[in-house]
T-cell receptor, first 114, second 114 residues
Framework: DQQVKQNSPSLSVQEGRISILNCDYT??????FLWYKKYPAEGPTFLIS?????DKNEDGRFTVFLNKSAKHLSLHIVPSQPGDSAVYFC?????????????FGKGTKLSVKP | GAGVSQSPSNKVTEKGKDVELRCDPI?????LYWYRQSLGQGLEFLIY????????KSGLPSDRFSAERTGGSVSTLTIQRTQQEDSAVYLC????????????FGSGTRLTVV
């Protein structure tokens, strides 16, 4: 059973507009969430994260929102640029203070059209 | 090194053969992880090494898979008697203490079993 779900396999957005990528999770013990970006033939790279004690974290054009009651998080990219075209993975980790492993979603492929 | 290095970048092998995949983590990183991404799937956790502790092998899909980490640095993932369903991109990641920055991934090894 998938604990981290990205229900949209792909998303197409016009350059300059907002991209919203969604992620749902089932495990209420998750206390840390991350977004990774992956270009073809490269490994995923860390983009932005959020702790469960917060509901928003912003870094430049990227903002992550967390709704714990709905077990839902989203990544907003504004304005979107063609270079943002990539696969975006949502990931979550459990509590207890240990790093353990990250649980990843299946990814959403974002295409930003000029 | 500056990043996580994986070798080979591509490997084609015949069904039934054994393969070894290598990962050189970032110097000083205490944690090392192996994931794999099959076609159309998310990143699937395989195994996690943290310092001198016993590895977390809970993600290994069968006893044909094993991994070791020598001297707390280089890791080798071994797949014995490869099957076609083992075809995937195998990703290694390392991290230092503190989850806030997440992992640093290598570019992966694309394994094709024919």
């Amino acid at each position: 059973d998938q604990q981290v779900k990205q229900n949209s396999p792909s998303l197409s957005v016009q350059e300059g507009r907002i991209s919203i990528l969604n992620c749902d999770y089932t495990n209420s013990m998750f206390d840390y969430f991350l977004w990774y970006k992956k270009y073809p033939a490269e490994g995923p790279t860390f983009l932005i994260s959020i702790s469960s004690i917060k509901d928003k974290n912003e870094d430049g054009r990227f903002t992550v929102f967390l709704n714990k009651s709905a077990k839902h998080l989203s990544l907003h990219i504004v304005p979107s640029q063609p270079g943002d075209s990539a696969v975006y993975f949502c990931a979550a980790s459990g509590g207890g203070g240990s790093q353990g492993n990250l649980i990843f979603g299946k990814g959403t492929k974002l295409s930003v059209k000029p | 090194g500056a990043g996580v290095s994986q070798s080979p970048s591509n490997k084609v092998t015949e069904k039934g053969k054994d393969v070894e995949l290598r990962c050189d983590p970032i110097s000083g990183h205490t944690a090392l992880y192996w994931y794999r991404q099959s076609l159309g799937q998310g990143l699937e956790f395989l195994i996690y090494f943290q310092g001198n502790s016993a590895p977390d092998k809970s993600g290994l899909p069968s006893d044909r898979f094993s991994a070791e980490r020598t001297g707390g640095s280089v890791s080798t993932l071994t797949i014995q008697r490869t099957q076609q369903e083992d075809s995937a991109v195998y990703l290694c990641a390392s991290s230092n203490s503190g989850r806030i920055y997440g992992y640093t991934f290598g570019s992966g090894t694309r394994l094709t079993v024919v």
